[in-house]
């Protein structure tokens, strides 16, 4: 599959990589990707998200998916389906916070254990690949460029498919903003 990608998408699995590193955590996961989207320039994704979401909207972009880390990756659906069953995910995390510390949930701890030395992808962001590769058959397109990661990633459900809506990037804006830039 990595062989239909383009040089701008092989710069955003490259970026999550980096991103995950610097982070400290143990796998590439779909918010590693959007992260790396949100880093690039002069691609078709980079064009879309600039009208989409805009540089000065990105932090509240980023404190979002640092929020949802630190609720151990819980959406708002997974939150509110344990409200239902009056589990207080907030209360939770605050009371793991104080016992061990900010972050605790997060998942991503630099001392969670063996590891290889190489990223391994995680389930999720395997899943953002996969849906990429079908976004781009779905479009007729030959290649999979950085703009198919984009949209896979408003279409995968999950926290990061939750902040971007909530942010004004969907599937539809996504494509939208896509198509008027091929047409430009």
């Keep these: 599959m990595f062989e239909r990608f383009t040089k701008a998408a092989r710069a955003v699995v490259k970026g999550a990589v980096e991103h995950a590193e610097r982070a400290g955590a143990t796998v590439v996961t779909p918010?590693?990707?959007l992260l790396s989207l949100l880093d690039g320039e002069g691609t078709r994704a980079a064009g879309a998200l600039r009208v989409l979401c805009p540089p000065d909207r990105r932090p509240s972009l980023v404190a979002a998916l640092t929020d949802a880390r630190r609720r151990a990756g819980l959406s708002r659906a997974d939150e509110e389906a344990l409200a239902d069953l009056g589990i207080d995910v907030g209360a939770i995390v605050a009371r793991v916070e104080e016992t061990h510390g900010e972050g605790a949930l997060a998942g991503d701890r630099k001392d969670s254990g063996w590891w290889s030395g190489r990223r391994s992808f995680s389930r999720e962001?395997?899943?953002?690949?996969e849906k990429s590769l079908r976004?781009?058959?779905?479009?007729?397109?030959?290649?999979?460029g950085d703009e198919h990661i984009l949209?896979?990633?408003?279409?995968?459900?999950?926290?990061?498919?939750?902040?971007?809506?909530?942010?004004?990037?969907?599937?539809?804006?996504?494509?939208?903003?896509?198509s008027g830039a091929a047409t430009a």
């Design 31 to 33: 918010e590693h990707l």
């Design 125 to 129: 962001a395997k899943t953002v690949l």
């Design 151 to 178: 949209l896979a990633l408003t279409t995968t459900g999950g926290v990061v498919a939750e902040v971007l809506a909530d942010h004004g990037v969907t599937y539809a804006s996504v494509d939208t903003a896509v």
């Design 135 to 144: 976004v781009a058959l779905a479009r007729k397109d030959r290649e999979i």
